[in-house]
């Protein structure tokens, strides 16, 4: 069941795959296409100049772009240049670019045109070397013109010495519950996942044709939308952001590429498709699965979404620090709708009582702890924050789960954001599921609010679906058909927008400053 033979370096899979396929299409967006055969030269000319630069074994180098096949191939040759790649999201403030910049001491940034004056500002407040390389036509005197770099062999090749267990990638954490936090990430732990998930379960092979919106700063992005792809030889058009109206024109006239197959998203891209495409469908002849993941997919919207398309669509759980993926519905046999699947094989997992420290029986909800190869070595600079995850091999999510008698795990939420009611526990992610089943409802958010008596007490965010009134008691009255009466919300609050990371996650701390 296990890909092993998909568990090799960067190089080695690049090479491969050069040799084998060398006219298919890799990456491709709307300004760029790049073969397998022009994918191992481009990333060893990349590697060569980042060398050239000052790029020594172990330094990192920080992407700062939008979504593009400049990332990708960014992605591939940073490792063959022995250092580590960074990226942050093309839409975080200043300040949290300058928070990744300074933490993780890149020497060079990648960045675009639209993002060079952001660049720039921060290179000229911290005064050291600081290399800039441009995507695009913007680069000033001084400045480097990433189309400069490949379009030359450099003076040296690509050191390609990075083992499988050296780190490759650093990620930040999406600051929901705190400041972002680097997380190391090596070749091991991401090729790993892509040789027992999206291989086996997904059967991700080199036939494939991805459709991808996913924000590539992402573990989910990287790892199945970058390392998957490339591991296995398939080809990906790259969108830079979600939009109903191009995913259903991709999707239904395809590309040079050839004709999308598998289209992997986050849930709220799903309920958006199901939202609002026409009676017409997806209206995509080859496409064959989608995939969820990045957050938790409501049954409900799961469910009409496989009956509205007759497309298969799989929920998994995961997190930066596994190197994404821990469980995974599966295409063929049962699946329990709302879960999140079972675990990947050759991955342990526990649901372990907090406060006992046991093991919790089916049924019972336990933090989900995890041990196998894709856990990640630990945080950049953060040694107690690291002791405090990874303890004896497990690392500690921090996510509540339960298990049920067929092993299917179905998660609850954050520790840190249960909301605790005169005793009794209520999950955000169960009410705001039972909101969802509402068709008055677009999406929703639940928040602990203060109380003086009870201690919290539930508050739900919610975007009306349509533009009249929206009947509070009613939507109210139906959530009371699925919930225990101390779940169901003390009010709802109108907002044109759900706060959410690229992956999907609730930004829950932004609802909370306006109680």
Wanted: proline share 6%; glycine share 10%; aromatic share 6%.
């Amino acid at each position: 069941m296990l890909h092993t033979e998909l568990i090799r370096t960067v190089p080695e899979t690049l090479d491969a795959h050069a040799r084998l396929r060398p006219d298919t299409l890799a990456f491709v967006d709307d300004e760029r296409s790049v073969t397998y055969a022009e994918l191992a030269v481009s990333t060893a000319r990349l590697a060569g100049h980042l060398q050239g630069l000052g790029v020594d074994r172990g330094d990192r180098v920080l992407l700062h772009l939008d979504n593009r096949v400049e990332v990708a191939e960014s992605y591939l040759a940073i490792p063959r240049a022995g250092a580590i790649a960074v990226c942050a999201n093309p839409g975080a403030a200043t300040a949290e670019v300058a928070h990744i910049l300074d933490d993780s001491g890149a020497r060079v940034v990648i960045t675009d045109d639209a993002h060079l004056d952001v660049v720039r500002a921060l290179a000229a407040e911290r005064g050291g070397p600081l290399a800039v390389v441009v995507v695009g036509a913007g680069a000033a005197d001084g400045e480097v013109r990433y189309a400069d770099l490949l379009a030359a062999p450099a003076d040296q090749g690509p050191r390609d010495c990075l083992e499988l267990d050296d780190v490759a990638w650093m990620l930040y954490t999406s600051g929901t519950t705190g400041r972002p936090k680097g997380v190391h990430l090596t070749q091991r732990g991401c090729f790993w996942v892509v040789a027992a998930c999206w291989a086996p379960i997904a059967g991700l092979g080199p036939g494939d044709v991805v459709l991808s919106a996913l924000p590539l700063f992402h573990s989910y992005a990287l790892v199945l939308c970058v390392l998957g792809v490339a591991a296995v030889g398939a080809s990906e058009r790259i969108l830079p952001r979600f939009s109903v109206q191009e995913v259903q024109e991709r999707l239904h006239r395809g590309g040079p590429e050839g004709e999308v197959t598998v289209l992997p998203g986050v849930p709220t891209m799903f309920h958006y498709l199901l939202d609002r495409v026409g009676p017409d469908g997806l209206r995509a002849p080859a496409l064959r699965l989608c995939i969820s993941a990045g957050a938790i997919l409501p049954a409900a919207v799961n469910e009409a979404f496989e009956k509205a398309f007759a497309v298969p669509l799989l929920d998994g759980y995961g997190i930066t620090e596994t190197s994404t993926m821990v469980t995974m519905n599966w295409p063929t046999g049962s699946r329990v709708m709302g879960s999140c699947g079972l675990p990947l094989p050759g991955l342990s997992v526990r649901l372990v009582d907090p406060a006992s420290g046991r093991d919790v029986l089916p049924g019972e909800e336990g933090e989900l702890w995890v041990q196998g190869p894709n856990v990640t070595p630990g945080y950049h600079n953060l040694a107690e924050a690291t002791a405090a995850v990874l303890v004896d091999g497990w690392y500690r999510t921090g996510d509540l789960a339960r298990r049920d008698e067929n092993g299917y795990l179905r998660i609850s939420g954050r520790t840190k954001e249960l909301i605790i009611r005169g005793g009794e526990n209520i999950y955000p992610a169960e009410v705001e599921d039972a909101l969802l089943a509402s068709d008055e409802i677009r999406d929703a958010a639940v928040v602990g609010a203060p109380h003086d008596h009870l201690g919290e007490v539930a508050v739900a965010f919610v975007v009306p679906r349509g533009p009249g009134a929206l009947d509070h008691a009613a939507v109210l009255a139906r959530a009371r058909e699925r919930l225990s009466s101390f779940k169901v919300p003390e009010k709802l609050i109108e907002v044109d927008r759900i706060p959410r990371t690229g992956s999907g996650k609730i930004l829950r701390f932004q609802l909370q400053q306006q109680l």
